[in-house]
């Protein structure tokens, strides 16, 4: 018999379609990841969705560590499966959650019984497991409330299934429930995690760079798609649209005043990736903000860049502080390639004394002699498009 991994589902205040709608993505989402790691049957039944390898060759603990990064999953566990007799279940709970059953102090016995033809009903299958584990553990206590170790048990048809409490999963919506995102990635600590945020609540994200070739190193180009690379397990597969932004940034030297040219700057970012957006169908943009963090993100900086499109601009980590990002960054494993020393487009021609509070209408004469429209256009035009597969589980 075969180990399964079960998916409890998150947010369980959806309800109606929307539920449907979620049990459906979440199953789609774990089936592309799973073909990694062999040949899976994927399906869900009352709020739980199942994981099950169709043969031996499916490798289980990789299969399970891509299930705990995917979004929708609040609670995900391996099952161990054994013979639908009680004292197979007995020794089967005894193997299988020795550890745990050490460590407890105090443990209770859930049983689920779908198989209607089991002689014990679920009641009396828990009192029974319960009192042989109480009499061959004396350091356990039973106990109903808050115990230590919840022994989970049910059978079913094929076989009953055994589980001790589950572990946390992503949580979060699953990806492309929430629609598609333009995510503009920087090669710094706060853009990969604010994508990451955004994946988590379901959106489907185009990667977008700017490069400035030669300001910027080929180098630096690989740090943002190697940045790309391990958000996959989270987010699935991406494209990184690299934009060639060096000429617009020459045009801005050449004709702007330099206190204003990282807003400027910043501005044709954010219609480049409005018009990546539309090309590709994608209803919104996502940022690694954070206010106050720089010049250019003050209150004003943002009314600047943003009244460059209607699309709402998401920015998930405008209110929190640089160790709270980098916690989050450690824990998803982009941190260690966004400290790589290399220099981004943002930092080239950087002003000296850049405006803290800019204003739109200094930004629109300033941009009066510009062929804005022209140089959007040729900008997106010349993107090179970089498709990054799911990275699998080392
Ligand atoms: P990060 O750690 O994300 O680089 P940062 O503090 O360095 O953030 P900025 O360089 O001012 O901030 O950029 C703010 C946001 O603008 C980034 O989080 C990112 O979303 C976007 N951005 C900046 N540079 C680029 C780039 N070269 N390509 C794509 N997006 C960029
Ligand atoms: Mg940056």
Redesign the pocket.
Known sequence: MKEIILLKLGELVLKGLNRHNFEEQLMSNARRRLKLYGDFKVYSKQSITYVEPKNEECDMDRAFEAMRKTFGANHVCRCFPCEKDKDAMLSGIQNFLREELAAAGTFKVECKRSDKTFPLNSIQLAQYLGGELDERYPHLTAEMHHPDLTVYVEVRDTAAYIHGTPVPGAGGLPVGMAGRAV??????????V?SWMMAKRGLELEM????SYPYTSQEAKEKVLELARLLTPWTGRLTVHVVP?TAIQEELRRSCPEELFTILM?RF?MRISAEVAKRCGAGAL?????LG??A??TMTAMECTGAVTDLPIFRPVVGMDKDEIVRIARYIGTFET?ILPYE???TVFTPKHPRLKPTVEECLRAEEGLDVEGLVKAAADGIERVHIPVKRED
């Open positions: 995510s503009l990635l920087s090669g710094g600590i706060d853009s990969p604010a977008v760079h700017f490069f932004f910043r970012m996502v940022t690694g903000e954070s963090q720089v250019s993100q966004s981004d487009c943002c």
